[in-house]
């Protein structure tokens, strides 16, 4: 199936837009950082399986999220601020892509914490150069997720409690928009996309 049209425009401006890392006082761990510095990689391998083999719905999900361009980074930070109707979806690994149903997350300030479902996510945003970077901790509901600076060095995503890294590219599309991209996370797929929406 040939690449949609938006999608094909979306890859390009990110990967434009990925200049070489600042990483100024950013605490991201050593790991993590790799992954924002492979993001392209990565991206680029989800989405080829998402568009081979997803569902037409899903793919019409995807590419609705990857619609629109970025604010500059300062300026998408200040219109973060709020709830949230958040939607995850899933690219390659164990399925070509899955997409979940709505799911409600809150930002406040630099704060982010994905409130509902099964599986969570809470942590910080940093301004990095001209992005925004998202490092926080995954858990399981129920759970009480430490912060990202302390998760241990060595992290067992099948352990008990679950509690791994989540750390993802932050773009703000509007002020009703956004998303946050995940590369090459702990569990399950090449690429979690939270579609955020209000």
Not at 62 to 86: E, F, V
Not at 145 to 150: E, G, K, L, N, V
Request: charged share 20%; aromatic share 6%.
């Amino acid at each position: 199936m040939p690449m949609p049209l938006i999608l094909r425009h979306s890859l390009f401006a990110i990967c434009a837009a990925l200049p070489a890392a600042v990483w100024a006082d950013l605490p991201i761990r050593e790991d993590d950082r790799d992954r924002i510095a492979h993001f392209d990689a990565s991206f680029g391998h989800a989405i080829h399986q998402a568009l081979s083999g997803g569902e037409p719905a899903d793919i019409a999900d995807l590419t609705g999220a990857m619609r629109g361009l970025p604010l500059p980074s300062p300026q998408g930070l200040q219109a973060l601020s709020g709830d949230w109707s958040c939607q995850m979806m899933k690219l390659g690994g164990n399925l070509p892509l899955v997409v979940y149903q709505t799911f409600s997350c809150r930002i406040s300030g630099t704060r982010f914490t994905k409130l509902t479902g099964s599986q969570r996510s809470t942590g910080t945003l940093h301004q990095d150069g001209d992005r925004l970077i998202y490092l926080g901790t995954a858990y399981i509901a129920g759970d009480t997720a430490p912060d990202y600076a302390d998760l241990p060095d060595l992290v067992d995503p099948h352990a008990t409690p679950q509690r791994v890294p989540d750390v993802g590219l932050v773009e703000v599309i509007s002020p009703s928009r956004a998303r946050i991209m995940f590369p090459d996370p702990h569990l399950e797929s090449d690429l979690n996309l939270l579609y955020l929406t209000r």
